[in-house]
């Protein structure tokens, strides 16, 4: 499979086409994504509660995040896989912020960045952009401001706060970013956003009219029983896994496994 790129997906947006994006966690995760033909990935800071069984996701570190970005890259090199910036990793200072995102593309072998915030962190993002880092924005809802906001809200709904989504992505794409995440805004606010910019918009609970959307992989699967409005389940993995471990339980007690066909002689 040809590489992804920063200027690929530029390419596909600018060509009308929609541009898929899923999170994923570990080796299996990306190797499955990549044979499904998913455009490109996030090591999403949601690692905290779909693999770590954190409430939220703050918790989550960089070392942590180094070794799940590490892991996915191994199950897939030709992916084009996204670090995302955990809380603290570059809120403290602009350095911090520098050496922690040329950690996670030199360790890690990420193509890319993603850091929560809109044009309060323009000017970092411009010191990442110049520096060779590319970066992707992430406006609307931000987990990692979770505690501040008292609760994961949509965002947009009234006019002040639509107007601060539209200045912030307008103030990210002129710092270089190659694509904003648009988490959970209406529908008709992710179209005016996507309308004004000139780089990919990709929706999570942000409506059809983004250049791409993406969703938590463990949402799409249905491996946990939480199933948040904007997510699809297209399996029920978890319940399948449930009942595949029962009956290997089952026939350990009943003493019909193993057989000889799992027994060496």
Do not use: W
């Amino acid at each position: 499979m040809k590489k992804v790129t920063v200027s690929t997906l530029l390419k596909r947006r600018n060509n009308g086409e929609k541009l898929v994006m899923s999170t994923a966690y570990d080796a299996i995760q990306s190797r499955l994504c990549m044979a499904a033909g998913i455009d490109f990935m996030l090591v999403g800071d949601s690692v905290a509660m779909t693999q770590l069984g954190f409430d939220n996701t703050l918790p989550v570190t960089m070392e942590q995040m180094l070794s799940h970005t590490a892991a996915v890259r191994r199950g897939a090199p030709e992916a084009f896989v996204v670090f995302d910036m955990p809380f603290m990793s570059y809120q403290t200072s602009d350095a911090e912020a520098m050496k922690n995102a040329g950690t996670a593309l030199k360790s890690t072998g990420a193509d890319a960045v993603k850091l929560e915030g809109g044009a309060e962190y323009a000017g970092l993002v411009r010191k990442m952009t110049g520096a060779g880092i590319p970066v992707m924005g992430h406006i609307g809802l931000m987990p990692q401001r979770v505690q501040v906001c008292g609760g994961y809200k949509i965002v947009g709904r009234d006019a002040e706060s639509a107007d601060k989504v539209l200045e912030d992505a307008l103030a990210l794409q002129d710092a270089g970013v190659f694509a904003i995440v648009l988490e959970c805004i209406p529908e008709e606010l992710g179209r005016k956003v996507t309308e004004a910019l000139c780089i990919p918009t990709i929706g999570i609970g942000s409506g059809k009219y983004c250049s791409g959307q993406v969703q938590v992989i463990t949402d799409l699967l249905g491996m946990m029983e939480f199933k948040p409005k904007h997510a699809k389940r297209y399996a029920e993995i978890g319940q399948l896994m449930t009942e595949a471990l029962k009956n290997y339980a089952d026939e350990v007690r009943s003493g019909t496994f193993p057989t000889p066909e799992n027994t060496f002689q």
